[in-house]
DNA sequence: AGGAGTTTGTGAACGGGAGAACAAACCGAG
DNA sequence: CTCGGTTTGTTCTCCCGTTCACAAACTCCT
């Protein structure tokens, strides 16, 4: 959390302290430059980029200028070569193994989603306390017992969890995740977890975007009278 | 977007202008209270209602208190009354009929799941464009052609859509919804959707997820050598 | 070569949210 | 009734993120 220092920055490093907000766009940039660069285009303005990503210019911008200097003035941006740079300044040029724990409606559908894949996320190992699973294969990888964990993460050197499990599971199942040696975790179960220092958490929940729009959607037609 | 008189506000109405960060919090502080309600809890502080949503104290009341005053200094909270409060602020207590279009393998799992049913969220139609899919009945509904949206919309009073198609689908699946006269969408397909002004669109992107993950990763790692 | 037109990168103003800190309000004991 | 202990509601300050606006830099045409 301290600032560091900003003299004597060797050229070789990228630009540190991304704020959080752009890192967050970043992987949308990526994919509307994978759009541009699949549709033929060989260069961009930010005009154009903000527009597919779905955001201002001026944002589009100061969130480049976090990397570096990547464009051209008066010309724009090169398709191609922003695309690589973004991709590696998010760490997408490597592969990351993944594992995911509680095969079950959620769990199914995460192992078969092809996105993973194509952005350098491999699914490494599915896992589930039920027994009666342990026989299934999911898109090619069979599921095995939550007990493996520990030594498939090691083998692996997975770095990324996923959590689909209920909610009551899902504490123990980070914890356990955690301890062997985990450092990142996906979670789709309606809970609060708590880690330690150093791992991060991000939570998906699906109740939780119903009930906002629900809120905006109540304040339209309810609103409507004042 | 205009700021709205404060002065003779009708008692009648509860607080207007909850800022968007908090409306974002209320439906965590909604979970908590329910588990502390099962769990039989009767009244409870600020701190420790915020520490089970996994936030601030402070940041708890502040946000508790767009809604009113509904504690008592020196005793803290009604479980109950409040979890009842926050339900109606955010519309949990009317029942919201919800269409979910395209039933792939997420669309399954978002059929099958009964968190939605339990706050307010009832699944009144499946709908998918593949032909092949019609004959499925899941989770109780049965899978209707794509084009019955706007019937069902109109019959049900359907105002929020979920999109679970390809991505590149989904701005068409938007624009039907639309014209249908929904107007809160909740999007998993990985694409930017434009809609008319007084539309809400709220995406969940996985993706997006894992390569933030990734991010922080990469550097936990590789910067450690700074 | 020079100028007109275009687009990037960034300084600065602005708005909203987070957190600390404290006064006001409530309970219960004596 | 009064007083000490407790907890809320709110004010104030700081920080992050957004947006505007413009100088710098580049291309292309004449
Ligand atoms: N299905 C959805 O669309 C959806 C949507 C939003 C959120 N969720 C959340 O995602 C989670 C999973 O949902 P689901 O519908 O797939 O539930 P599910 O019951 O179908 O699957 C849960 C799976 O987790 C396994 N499991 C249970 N305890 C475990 C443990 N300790 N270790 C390992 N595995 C364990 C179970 O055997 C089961 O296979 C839930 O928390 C749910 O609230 C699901
Ligand atoms: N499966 C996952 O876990 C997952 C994760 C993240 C994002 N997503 C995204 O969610 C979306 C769906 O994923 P999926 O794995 O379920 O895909 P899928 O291919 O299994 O299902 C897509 C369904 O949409 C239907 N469909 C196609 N075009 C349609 C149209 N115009 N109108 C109505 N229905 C139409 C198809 O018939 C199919 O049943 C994709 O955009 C995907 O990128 C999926």
Redesign the interface.
């Known amino acids: 959390m301290e600032t ?1 220092a900003l003299t004597a920055r060797t050229s070789t490093e990228s630009t540190r302290d991304i704020p959080e907000a752009t ?2 766009r ?3 940039y ?3 430059l994978t759009t541009l660069c699949e549709a033929g285009t060989i260069t961009c303005s930010s005009e154009e980029l903000a527009s ?3 955001v201002n210019s001026a944002k589009l911008r100061k969130d480049l200028s976090y990397l570096g200097s990547y464009g051209t003035r008066g010309v724009g941006y090169d398709v191609d070569y922003l695309r690589y740079q973004i991709a590696r ?4 040029t ?1 592969d ?1 193994p ?1 594992v995911i724990v509680g095969i079950g ?2 769990g ?3 192992a ?2 092809s ?2 894949r194509s ?3 491999r699914v490494v190992a599915l896992l589930d306390a039920d027994p009666n699973r342990h026989e299934e294969v999911v898109a090619g990888v069979d599921v095995r017992p939550f007990d493996d964990l520990e030594q498939i993460v090691k083998e692996h050197g997975v ?2 969890g996923v959590i689909a499990t209920p909610a009551l599971a899902a504490q123990d199942v980070a914890n356990r995740m955690v301890a062997s040696g985990i ?4 979670n789709f179960a ?1 809970a ?1 977890l ?1 880690v330690p220092e ?1 791992v ?1 958490v ?1 939570k ?15 304040r ?2 309810h609103g409507a009278t ?1």
Do not use: C
């Not at 300044?89 to 997408?92: A, R």
């Not at 450092?183 to 996906?186: A, F, G, K, N, P």
């Not at 998906?204 to 109540?218: G, M, P, T, W």
């Open positions: 560091r890192v967050a970043l992987p949308v990526l994919r509307a597919a990503a779905g300044e998010i760490g997408v490597q990351w993944v409606n959620l199914h559908a995460l078969n989603y996105g993973f952005r350098g996320f770095a990324i450092s990142s975790i996906l309606p609060v708590s150093g991060d991000r998906v929940d699906l109740s939780i975007e119903l009930q906002i729009l629900a809120y905006h959607e109540q339209k037609t004042a």
